[in-house]
């Protein structure tokens, strides 16, 4: 059973700077594609940030390139995203997403807040 927790989230002041994590237990990290979405008070859950399944290449969409950066340690079975100059539009619950390989099968955290104060 593959289990995600997200950390990291809080208020933090607009321009500034955060990282969260994302633990993966339960299965082998390598096996799954990682990624990030996040979903604002009421809005539709919106892709962030994700790896490809070799892990070789990242996407973003343009809401946050260049200003977000996602991340992994393997050996920690953890990934991360670094978020600089954050607006106020940034707010929301942040969801930790891992797609599995083959399968395509994806799993979630349970999120990790992020407010952003202007």
């Known amino acids: 059973q593959v289990q995600l927790v997200e950390s990291g989230g809080r208020l933090v002041q607009a321009g500034g700077s955060l990282r969260l994590s994302c633990v993966l237990s339960?299965?082998?990290?390598?096996?799954?594609?990682m990624g990030w979405f996040r979903q604002a008070p009421g809005k539709e859950r919106e892709f962030v940030a994700s790896?490809?399944?070799?892990?070789?290449?990242?996407y973003y969409p343009d809401s946050v390139r260049g200003r977000f950066t996602i991340s992994k340690d393997n050996a920690k079975n953890t990934a991360y995203l670094q978020m600089n100059s954050l607006k106020s539009e940034d707010t929301a619950v942040y969801y930790c997403?891992?797609?599995?390989?083959?399968?395509?099968?994806?799993?979630w955290g349970k999120g990790t807040l992020v407010i952003v104060s202007s």
């Open positions: 997403n891992a797609r599995e390989t083959g399968s395509g099968m994806d799993y």
């Open positions: 790896f490809t399944f070799s892990g070789d290449s990242t």
């Open positions: 339960g299965r082998t990290f390598d096996s799954y594609a």
